[in-house]
T-cell receptor, first 112, second 114 residues
Framework: AQSVSQHNHHVILSEAASLELGCNYSYGGTVNLFWYVQYPGQHLQLLLKYFSGDPLVKGIKGFEAEFIKSKFSFNLRKPSVQWSDTAEYFCAVSGGYQKVTFGTGTKLQVIP | DVKVTQSSRYLVKRTGEKVFLECVQDMDHENMFWYRQDPGLGLRLIYFSYDVKMKEKGDIPEGYSVSREKKERFSLILESASTNQTSMYLC?????????????FGQGTRLTVV
């Protein structure tokens, strides 16, 4: 069975601070990895995805994530956050049958 | 523009009622999913379907059933609604064509059971 763990439930940062959100997954085979974002009152949107190739993946709005296979991790990063990045972030994994399993989410609050 | 459409944004139902949540996608996707989203619990998979008339239980199927009679439509049924089923329900779809299995989501249905 596949699973995803997000260790940070609530993160508060000041504008311009750097961000790193942790994500670990478990699955025995080849996986596809995703980060989704949900802005207040809006539906889930894809931030970035990893399927194969370069383990450093760049997404929208300056976000990036690094796939480290040996650590079963796919951490999300952004060098300098903005107030508009306030949202909830979900890590997800897709394995067998392309079933998509989500983590519990991390709420990011950016203080101006 | 790809689209997953859920029939209602908000629903209020009484305890014991039978509730139908409908989801339609126009992308010819093979896989469809129903999740519920609760604060602090993230998205939990209720049921998914990888083909017409096929269904698989997710992590929390108790109290729910599903129907997929046509490829584009996936219905979630609460046979007898209870207050602990008050939640945000999200429908999603993915394709098995190629490797790009990202999920496309509907706007969600906020169900309140009173």
């Amino acid at each position: 069975a596949q699973s995803v763990s997000q260790h940070n439930h609530h993160v508060i940062l000041s504008e311009a601070a750097s961000l790193e959100l942790g994500c670990n997954y478990s699955y025995g085979g080849t996986v596809n990895l995703f980060w989704y974002v949900q802005y207040p009152g809006q539906h889930l949107q894809l931030l970035l995805k990893y399927f194969s190739g370069d383990p450093l993946v760049k997404g929208i709005k300056g976000f990036e994530a690094e796939f480290i296979k040996s650590k079963f991790s796919f951490n999300l990063r952004k060098p300098s956050v903005q107030w508009s990045d306030t949202a909830e972030y979900f890590c997800a994994v897709s394995g067998g049958y392309q079933k998509v399993t989500f983590g519990t989410g991390t709420k990011l609050q950016v203080i101006p | 523009d790809v689209k997953v459409t859920q029939s209602s944004r908000y629903l209020v139902k009484r305890t014991g009622e039978k509730v139908f949540l409908e989801c339609v996608q126009d992308m010819d996707h093979e896989n469809m999913f129903w999740y519920r989203q609760d604060p602090g619990l993230g998205l939990r998979l209720i049921y998914f379907s990888y083909d017409v008339k096929m269904k698989e239980k997710g992590d929390i199927p108790e109290g729910y059933s599903v129907s997929r009679e046509k490829k584009e439509r996936f219905s979630l049924i609460l046979e007898s609604a209870s207050t602990n089923q008050t939640s945000m329900y999200l429908c999603a779809s993915t394709t098995r064509k190629g490797q790009h299995t990202e999920a496309f989501f509907g706007q969600g249905t906020r169900l309140t059971v009173v």
